[in-house]
């Protein structure tokens, strides 16, 4: 059985192919387009339709459009029509707030959305768009629509790709049709939604508020005001937590006037002062203690010992730690494309388990869903271009000899990563035995000077650099440097002591877990710099052509690509 999964509702377009329960492909439209995020610069806001992704994973699965049994639209206007029947029950909805109430404003911007977008999401029970690319389809088999939820897809990215039998469930995002963040318990063949919080009280657009407050892009640059939180003390932070009120799973977020509040917001490209990092600071740790008693709550009310998380407010590692640390769940799993992209993903997974009869024999354990090319096609490549490269037998060395003498590689192997974060496909690698590598990493990717470079380690040897690591797959969690290997990593190591680790072993990725082994027999680290394989407001590379382009465009010392070497 084939479920093509969609996300195509705001940013992040993407798609995903799922085949009898098991992820066989998934990609952002971003790669394709080369437009970050999907979003186009117009007068008005134009996302992105994910044409290119959904062709790339039906290639990648060697399947037609005739061959697809189930599409999962990973949207369902439904929740936001008046008096509509949804079929699951909220009972922590606040009570003084309705889907009525929802509607009496005409500035609502989903519900302006939702005019505009009229015909794309209903018209025939399928988005115009997506409708004509299966026209062709039609005739010797008719695929079956599914609008899917918002939440309930990131909801099934988290508990039908994690490694758990039994798993409570947390989602936070900005927002979905209406909630901004669910619970739920899955056991087996079983999930029950919980409750859900929803609009206005979104502990995500309040993140992305001050996001914006603070000069960055919201939506996309959050990570930056987590990274300025670490330089910053948490004195305003009974200001954010006065807006906050939970009780139990339920909490309302009062929207503030942050220019009343803390003065007038800093310009994009603005010197950052001491208040902006104490405002970061502040807002970063109300939203862990919030997410903390969130998760407490959810743990009281399903006694589950794991965790599954996603929506994209489960990108902030730093919050991922604090709930692991809380000790509530054993073990805590978060979804590597935790953002809208993942949304494709979950829809697909939920659909599909519906369809046949929720049996499940998968798991994600790696982020590797995405294009490749073979030697042939990257060698044909660089011939056309006339490029000078070497073709070596031991990749893996010949890239660990680059990195010892501390030059910086651009590293593209095998399939592409689903999800934000780079994972050894298509990244920038260096070396992290000296401070300045995180000042140069910046200066190549022309990004700010507070943001830190996060490392990869050998699983095995996670523990031994990482205090209380093991295995963290998909950089969604910090963990203390260890104090007797600090002064070996200096570059990975943010001020606050920390590093967003990704562990990585051989099944996963055998040429990236050779590359490490390969520079820790040169240096006696089995840690690498690893970053994504892009420059500023691009997105991460997908073709050999970008790769090439980046590589030229940069101060990148070195490009790895398949078997072959191009040196600068
Ligand atoms: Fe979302």
């Known amino acids: 059985m084939i479920t093509l999964g969609i996300n195509a509702a705001f940013h992040d377009s993407s798609a995903c192919l799922v085949r009898d329960g098991a992820v066989i492909a998934a990609a952002e439209e971003e790669r394709f387009t080369r437009i970050k995020h999907g979003k186009r610069p117009l007068p008005f806001t134009v996302w992105e339709l994910p044409y290119h992704a959904i062709d790339y994973c039906l290639e990648a699965a060697g399947a037609e459009l005739a061959d697809v049994d189930h599409v999962a639209y990973a ?15 909220l009972p922590l909805e606040p009570a003084s707030f309705t889907t009525k109430q929802h509607w009496t404003s005409p500035w609502e911007p989903l519900a302006l959305a939702y005019v505009v977008n009229a ?64 619970y739920g318990h899955f056991a087996g063949d079983r999930y029950q939604r919980i409750a859900q919080v929803q609009m206005p009280h979104s502990l995500g657009l309040l993140y992305e508020q001050v996001t914006d407050y603070l000069g960055f892009l919201h939506s996309s640059d959050e990570y930056k005001v987590m990274a300025l939180a670490s330089y910053g003390e948490p004195r305003y932070a009974s200001q954010f937590r006065r807006l906050i009120s939970i009780s139990d799973g339920r909490y309302t977020v009062e929207r503030p006037n942050l220019v009343e509040l803390f003065g007038p917001s800093r310009q994009r490209g603005g010197e950052l002062e001491r208040k902006h990092f104490d405002i970061a600071r502040s807002l970063q740790l109300v939203l862990e203690e919030s997410a903390v008693a969130l998760a407490e709550w959810l743990h009281r009310e399903t006694g589950a010992e794991n965790l599954a998380m996603a929506g994209g407010v489960a990108l902030n590692c730093v919050m991922n730690a604090r709930i692991r640390d ?31 009869g929720r049996v499940r024999g998968w798991h994600m354990d790696h982020a590797y869903f995405g294009p490749e090319y073979s030697d042939d096609e990257i060698e044909a490549f660089l011939e056309r271009g006339k490029l000078r490269y070497r073709r070596v037998r031991d990749v893996a060395g010949a890239a660990a000899d680059i990195l010892a003498h501390d030059k910086i590689v651009g590293w593209f192997q095998g399939r592409m990563e689903f999800g934000p974060r780079a994972l050894g496909a298509r990244s920038i690698l260096a070396s992290p035995l000296n401070a300045d590598m995180q000042a140069r990493l910046n200066e190549i990717k ?28 998909f950089m969604l969690f910090v963990h203390q440097v260890a104090p007797d290997k600090a002064a070996r990593i200096p570059a990975v190591r943010h001020v606050d002591g920390t590093a967003r680790i990704q562990t990585i072993n051989r099944r996963q990725n055998e040429r990236y877990y050779d590359l490490l082994k390969a520079f820790q027999a040169r240096t006696g680290v089995p840690v690498l710099v690893n970053t994504s394989f892009n ?33 600068k």
Not at 446 to 470: H, I, K, M, S, Y
């Open 75 to 89: 949207y369902d206007p439904a929740p936001l029509l008046k008096n509509h029947a949804f079929p699951l029950t």
């Open 119 to 182: 015909e794309r999401q209903l018209l025939d029970g399928a988005p115009h768009h997506i409708r004509k690319r299966f026209a062709g389809a039609k005739s010797s088999k008719h695929w079956q629509w599914h609008f899917v939820e918002h939440h309930l897809a990131h909801e099934a990215s988290a508990f039908l790709a994690a490694p758990f039998g039994e798993s409570a469930v947390m989602t936070l995002d900005g927002r979905g049709e209406l909630a901004t963040t669910s």
């Open 326 to 356: 809380a000790g509530h769940f054993k073990r805590v799993w978060v979804q590597p494309a935790a953002g809208d992209a993942g949304t494709a993903l979950g829809a697909g997974l939920w659909t599909d388990w519906e369809a046949r």
């Open 446 to 473: 022309d990004r700010e000077d507070f943001r830190p470079v996060a490392p990869v380690v050998l699983e095995e040897e996670a523990g031994r650099w990482f205090v209380g690591a093991n295995v963290s797959p």
């Open 535 to 567: 420059t500023r407001s691009e997105p991460v590379v997908c073709t050999p052509r970008d790769a090439v382009e980046c590589f030229w465009t940069s101060p990148i010392d070195a490009l790895v690509i398949g078997s072959f070497v191009i040196e």
